[in-house]
């Protein structure tokens, strides 16, 4: 049997199958229309192409004035600076303003602005259930539209629809540059930590004393072994009167790991001089050991075994830090030259000097509230400051 929908024919369930809807509209020009149709198999196929869909909504739009809801920003929408009091859309300008203008004139309609209450964008309370903002001007039906650097997010799109947008912006951070301190007059020590210069300052000093120990006590030992030297008056310590030791006693010095030859005869042409000197004075030891380690040497020169491997030790020491200190000296100051305090979001929220807010009710506030990150979300919420009134995020 076949009716208006074609044949009537029916499945196991007792539904009807196998039938066609047409799809019918009404209009102020041609009344009712028809504009497709439906089927249970391919679901609906309108007939009439793009061209006639557009000036059907050209033609609905035309004379018809709309709200349009929308917030202060600058350079999207600002109040005009004019001496005289401004009314209605003429108290506008901006980008915002200049883009509806031009939709309008093209399509033929009318609007109103009407700042959005509360100041705000919109966001999506959970415990509530209620948006604010913008948002709720739309969905309360107080706006037909609304005109806004309005970011698009996922919990927006499910309430409301949204035109192409007019700029793709990602999240961006906006800080100051940070201003260049002036070079600090202990920088050098930067390259070296607190306690290596420590270190470093302990060794000078136990080098100094121990050269200045071995360098003496090769002379008491010799005094020890021999009973018939006899000190000059006078000397001070520097010049002692020089006795032939015997065998035995050279034996005994050489085993106790000392050496004679830092005490040396100031006048070489008198070989029978009664009088000795030794060069590693107190001072004269510390001026050797810091010529050792700032690379420059002195005229001073150890000559006995003893003080000769102990100064060899000091400049393999000396070697190694002053080539430490120079690596780490460059490398100091190639990350200082290329140092950024703040590279990505992660960054931001990890640091507590730099204080920092976003809009309450924006879609940067909120990507940080339920951002993939809890890390980054619990950081963000402890060091996050509120701005000069309560349109900022807290």
């Not at 509806?100 to 109103?112: D, H, K, P, Q, V």
């Not at 650097?149 to 700029?167: G, H, K, N, S």
């Not at 339920?370 to 509120?386: F, K, M, P, T």
Request: net charge negative.
């Amino acid at each position: 049997m076949t009716g208006l929908t074609g044949i009537i024919k029916f499945d196991h369930q007792g539904f009807r199958s196998d039938f066609i809807l047409d799809i019918i509209e009404l209009n102020n020009k041609d009344g009712l229309k028809k504009i497709g149709t439906w089927n249970s198999t391919k679901g609906i196929n309108f007939t009439r192409s793009y061209g006639d869909v557009y000036t059907q909504i050209v033609e609905n739009l035309q004379n018809k004035t709309f709200i349009v809801t929308t917030i202060l920003s600058a350079p999207y929408c600002m109040r005009k600076d004019s001496s005289e009091k401004l009314t209605g859309n003429a108290q506008f300008e901006g980008y915002s303003v200049d883009l509806i203008y031009e939709i309008s004139r093209i399509l033929g309609f009318n609007y109103t602005f009407r700042l959005v209450p509360d100041g705000r964008y919109g966001s999506y309370n959970k415990q509530t259930k209620e948006w604010d903002g913008m948002m709720k001007e739309l969905l309360d039906q107080k706006a037909d539209l609304a005109i806004a650097d309005l970011t698009i997010t996922y919990d927006r799109e499910q309430a409301v629809d949204f035109t192409m947008p007019f700029m793709n912006l990602g999240i961006s951070i906006l800080y100051r540059k940070p201003i260049k301190q002036p070079p600090n007059l202990f920088s050098f020590l930067s390259p070296l930590s607190l306690d290596v210069w420590i270190y470093m300052a302990t060794a000078y000093l136990g080098v100094s004393v121990l050269l200045f120990i071995l360098a003496r006590q090769i002379h008491t030992v010799r005094v020890v072994q021999s009973s018939s030297m006899q000190q000059k008056p006078g000397s001070s310590g520097k010049s002692v009167q020089a006795t032939q030791l015997p065998l035995v006693h050279h034996w005994i010095v050489n085993a106790a790991g000392f050496s004679p030859y830092e005490w040396e005869n100031p006048h070489p042409c008198n070989g029978q001089s009664e009088v000795l000197e030794n060069e590693f004075t107190l001072m004269n030891s510390l001026w050797f050991t810091i010529g050792s380690l700032m690379q420059q040497g002195s005229d001073i020169a150890p000559k006995a075994v003893s003080t000769r491997m102990v100064a060899g030790m000091w400049w393999f020491f000396t070697l190694i830090m002053i080539s430490s200190y120079t690596a780490n000296l460059a490398a100091f100051l190639t990350v200082e030259r290329m140092d950024s305090p703040i590279e990505s979001a992660e960054d931001l929220a990890k640091q507590t000097k730099i204080k920092y807010g976003a809009l309450k009710g924006g879609s940067t506030a909120a990507f940080f509230r339920v951002g993939n990150s809890l890390e980054i979300v619990q950081d963000h919420s402890d060091n996050i400051r509120a701005g000069i009134d309560d349109r900022y995020a807290e």
